[in-house]
Antibody, heavy 120, light 108 residues
Framework: EVQLLESGGGLVQPGGSLRLSCAAS????????MSWVRQAPGKGLEWVSA????????FYADSVRGRFTISRDNSKNTLYLQMNSLRSEDTAVYYC?????????????WGQGTLVTVSS | EIVLTQSPGTLSLSPGERATLSCRAS???????LAWYQQKPGQAPRLLIY???SRATGIPDRFSGSGSGTDFTLTISRLEPEDFAVYYC?????????FGQGTKLEIK
């Protein structure tokens, strides 16, 4: 069974940092692009960042470029999101999501999400 | 950035009825790079449709997608009680990939 389990969320002050992790199981992790998608409380979905299967290609939304860094450790089947210079507008549930085979920008499996709250 | 506008914002129907949800793009999409997701309260989204009309693995055939260019539709032929949820469209042909604001399908 394909599973994604996020961790690392919590309360952080504006300007602070946080690192999210997503542990993957049930599939050959290195074969799939992965993404982070977030959802502010009561709002819709916003794509944040993506990374290719080998980790050589990374992509970011304009809203986080220069502040967030996506990475992966294929030996540990784990995806990461390093978040720096956090702002109140970054408050959201952060989901990791698996690319769907030949359609890496479509997501067929999502984690349960981890809540990041940026507040003083 | 391509903006996706979903309509209606809320759709009130009864089980057994047919649901038609719309997603309109601010510019024509590359090929048919349009997906639909379902999200229930407290849960992660679930992929329903990709490539505008292809059902994802395990999705019942009462769900169907259609459209091209700027206008896309998700149709649920006969609503089941478990279909009442929020539905999002997503375009993935142009960076950044973007989502619509969602349509809430509620029980009438």
């Amino acid at each position: 069974e394909v599973q994604l389990l996020e961790s690392g969320g919590g309360l952080v002050q504006p300007g602070g940092s946080l690192r999210l992790s997503c542990a993957a199981s049930g599939f050959t992790f290195s074969n799939y692009a992965m993404s982070w998608v977030r959802q502010a409380p009561g709002k819709g979905l916003e794509w944040v960042s993506a990374i290719g299967g080998s980790g050589g290609s990374t992509f970011y939304a304009d809203s986080v470029r220069g502040r967030f860094t996506i990475s992966r450790d294929n030996s540990k089947n784990t995806l990461y999101l390093q978040m720096n210079s956090l702002r109140s507008e970054d408050t959201a549930v952060y989901y990791c999501a698996k690319g769907y085979g030949d359609n890496p920008r479509v997501y067929d499996c999502w984690g349960q999400g981890t809540l990041v709250t940026v507040s003083s | 950035e391509i903006v996706l506008t979903q309509s209606p914002g809320t759709l009130s129907l009864s089980p057994g009825e047919r649901a038609t949800l719309s997603c309109r793009a601010s510019q024509s999409l590359s090929s048919t790079y349009l997906a639909w997701y379902q999200q229930k309260p407290g849960q992660a989204p679930r992929l329903l449709i990709y490539g505008a009309s292809s059902r994802a693995t395990g999705i019942p055939d009462r769900f169907s997608g259609s459209g091209s260019g700027t206008d896309f539709t998700l149709t649920i032929s006969r609503l089941e009680p478990e279909d009442f949820a929020v539905y999002y469209c997503q375009q993935y042909g142009t960076s950044p990939r973007t989502f619509g604001q969602g349509t809430k399908l509620e029980i009438k």
